[in-house]
């Protein structure tokens, strides 16, 4: 199974909107709305963002979204603030057996 | 609140074994799902194994499965790997996780436990 295909670095300045796309085939991101995004500080565990493409776990800032249109879904950071410079990967639910991860997109604030 | 904790790295030569742990607390541990991720040094996150709240089902991924078994111990709250005849490419840091509906299968993580195959 081949990893999910995200962009390797995206950058903005404080306050800009980004968005990162994590592109699949229709065996991962486009069999189901099992998708999942990651927020990844250096040095720490990754962190639940986004889950079932658009759904925010409690707590999370309501700047964080995310979608989904065929094989390809998206994270979109609004208002971007300094703390938001991270990696982020990408994830789906390929099949009932497998899970997927995209290669990380790492976020940079200018 | 949830915690989970893993240990057992280190550093192991080619061909060798090694058993992590993962101690979980803060919820009811037999009533959840759980998984292994890992992360080579400066790589992505690389999903590796899951097994259902009562353990009759286990996943692995393609490339661990012969060699890594999943298991789980819910009288201890407690989640293990056994890693055998490893290889250098299984160098990572490994964490566990949480997984609380198939459609949020990785919702807490542990800090990670370092597995090293070298000579």
């Known amino acids: 199974q081949s990893a999910l295909t995200q962009p390797a670095s995206v950058s903005g300045s404080p306050g800009q909107s980004i968005t990162i796309s994590c592109t699949g085939t229709?065996?991962?991101?486009?069999?189901?709305?099992?998708v999942s995004w990651y927020q990844q500080h250096a040095g720490k565990a990754p962190k639940v963002i986004i889950y079932e493409v658009s759904e925010r776990p409690s707590g999370v800032s309501a700047r964080f979204s995310g979608s989904k249109s065929g094989h390809t879904a998206s994270l979109t950071i609004s208002g971007l603030q300094a703390e938001d410079e991270a990696e982020y990967y990408c994830c789906a639910h390929a099949g009932i057996n497998h899970w997927v991860f995209g290669g990380g997109t790492k976020v940079s604030v200018l | 609140q949830v915690q989970l904790v893993e240990s057992g790295g280190g550093v192991v030569q080619p061909g060798g074994s090694l058993r992590l742990s993962c101690a979980a607390s803060?919820?009811?541990?037999?009533?959840?799902?759980m998984h292994w991720v890992r992360q080579a040094p400066g790589k992505g996150l690389e999903w590796v194994a899951f097994i259902r709240s009562d353990a009759t089902i286990e996943y692995y991924a393609a490339s661990v499965k012969g060699r890594f078994t999943i298991s789980r111990d819910d009288s201890k709250n407690t989640l293990y790997m056994h890693m055998h005849s490893l290889r250098s490419e299984d160098t990572a840091v490994y964490y566990c996780?949480?997984?609380?509906?198939?459609?949020?299968?990785?919702?807490?993580w542990g800090q990670g436990t370092l597995v090293t195959v070298s000579s």
């Open positions: 229709s065996s991962d991101v486009g069999a189901n709305n099992a």
């Open positions: 803060g919820f009811t541990f037999s009533n959840y799902a």
């Open positions: 996780a949480k997984e609380t509906t198939p459609r949020l299968p990785f919702d807490d």
